[in-house]
């Protein structure tokens, strides 16, 4: 069985771009080492699924956001929205990008459960 990391972003991809590429990043190596990962959403940081809302968002040291969140579920890594972080943001599934599913509490306490290291950003 493999190691399993869960990521937990809540910060703003604009105002917090070095978390968030940070978090992106630092799931895309332990992909690479076969952990399996899972990145969930919460709060400001659900505005990162909507279609072109950050496709303009690097920090100097990373690639951009788009491209290192394509990689991570190209690679096989789960990203998930906090479904009542979305709804009052007034953001839905037809607003954002294909390969995400939204998620409530109990998704989170689940995997976190399971998992051998939860980080929070």
Do not use: W
């Not at 007034?90 to 607003?95: F, K, L, N």
């Amino acid at each position: 069985m493999a190691n399993k990391v869960v990521y937990v972003i809540s910060g703003d991809p604009r105002e917090k771009t070095e978390n968030v590429s940070a978090v992106f990043a630092q799931a895309l190596t332990a992909i690479s080492f076969d952990y399996d990962c899972e990145i969930f959403l919460m709060d400001e940081a659900v505005k990162s699924v909507v279609k072109g809302a950050i496709d303009d968002v690097k920090f100097k040291t990373f690639e951009p956001i788009v491209e290192m969140m394509s990689n991570y579920m190209d690679m096989g890594g789960k990203l998930y929205v906090c479904h009542p972080s979305s709804d009052a943001r007034d953001i839905h599934e037809g607003d954002c990008i294909e390969g995400i599913e939204f998620v409530n509490a109990s998704k989170l306490l689940e995997s976190g459960k399971k998992a051998d290291a939860v980080f929070t950003f």
